[in-house]
């Protein structure tokens, strides 16, 4: 008996990596007008290589690239860079097709609904917040939370305990099967593997299901339900 459904949050709620690369694009172009005097591909390149080293989370990553290249930080440049990724990901940070339809449904069905995130509780809550899917959520769980990233076991466990739910009547949904998948079952969830949302071409998931549209969770608990 399904009582619990917990979502991973990039790539299954929010198609993250295309917010980032429109938002990074669009600083790359606003930080050259400003007076940036390298190629687009460099200045990708580079930002490319920061995130790399220091995680796709890094909050500096413009000031870690002017200073590289100047040896201090040219704000006219930065300032520049910010705004403009700030106004594309504003554009482009929006949810998968089905997404609220699906969360809304079920709440309907009086399932308890969670996220667990490898991302900073701030950004996580601005995701969320921005698109008007945080007050359908009775419990998220994020990297501060849990001080552990996916797959150890203490994001999810964390997330159950909030949710007041067992591991056992939990499905867990995500896009990485090597943290969501591998992650809920080593501590007995089951596992649907979100493959319209995964990057990496991953060939067989492992999880229990996999599903091209997140609408298809809706089908899963009916059927987990009987």
Same mark, same amino acid.
Request: with cysteine; glycine share 4%.
């Given at each position: 008996?399904?009582?619990?459904?917990?979502?991973?949050?990039?790539?299954?709620?929010?198609?993250?990596?295309?917010?980032?690369?429109?938002?990074?694009?669009?600083?790359?172009?606003?930080?050259?007008?400003?007076?940036?005097?390298?190629?687009?591909?460099?200045?990708?390149?580079?930002?490319?290589?920061?995130?790399?080293?220091?995680?796709?989370?890094?909050?500096?990553?413009?000031?870690?690239?002017?200073?590289?290249?100047?040896?201090?930080?040219?704000?006219?440049? #930065?300032?520049? $860079? +910010?705004?403009?990724?700030?106004? %594309? /990901? @504003? !554009?482009? *940070?929006?949810?998968?097709?089905?997404?609220?339809?699906?969360?809304?449904?079920?709440?309907?069905?009086? #399932?308890?609904? $969670? +996220?667990?995130?490898?991302?900073? %509780? /701030? @950004? !996580?809550? *601005?995701?969320?917040?921005?698109?008007?899917?945080?007050?359908?959520?009775?419990?998220?769980?994020?990297?501060?939370?849990? $001080?552990?990233?996916?797959?150890?076991?203490?994001?999810?466990?964390?997330?159950?305990?909030?949710?007041?739910?067992?591991?056992?009547?939990?499905?867990?949904?995500?896009?990485?099967?090597?943290?969501?998948?591998?992650?809920?079952?080593?501590?007995?969830?089951?596992?649907?593997?979100?493959?319209?949302?995964?990057?990496?071409?991953?060939?067989?998931?492992?999880?229990?299901?996999?599903?091209?549209?997140?609408?298809?969770?809706?089908?899963?608990?009916?059927?987990?339900?009987?």
């Amino acid at each position: 008996m399904i009582t619990a459904v917990i979502f991973d949050l990039d790539n299954t709620l929010v198609d993250f990596m295309a917010m980032k690369r429109q938002a990074i694009d669009a600083a790359i172009h606003a930080m050259r007008d400003a007076g940036l005097p390298l190629p687009v591909e460099e200045i990708r390149k580079r930002i490319d290589a920061i995130y790399a080293q220091r995680g796709i989370e890094f909050q500096n990553v413009f000031d870690q690239l002017l200073y590289d290249e100047f040896s201090k930080i040219d704000y006219k440049i #930065l300032s520049s $860079g +910010v705004i403009a990724y700030r106004r %594309a /990901r @504003e !554009a482009a *940070l929006v949810p998968y097709p089905h997404v609220y339809m699906t969360l809304v449904e079920l709440a309907k069905m009086k #399932l308890k609904l $969670g +996220v667990v995130s490898d991302a900073p %509780a /701030r @950004e !996580a809550w *601005l995701r969320l917040c921005y698109l008007n899917l945080h007050h359908l959520f009775d419990a998220v769980v994020t990297f501060d939370d849990s $001080g552990e990233y996916k797959p150890k076991p203490g994001p999810f466990r964390k997330v159950l305990e909030r949710l007041h739910a067992k591991p056992e009547e939990a499905l867990m949904v995500g896009d990485w099967a090597e943290r969501d998948v591998v992650g809920a079952k080593q501590v007995g969830m089951k596992t649907v593997f979100a493959r319209y949302g995964d990057t990496f071409n991953t060939k067989v998931s492992n999880a229990d299901y996999d599903i091209d549209d997140v609408a298809r969770v809706i089908d899963i608990v009916r059927k987990e339900n009987g």
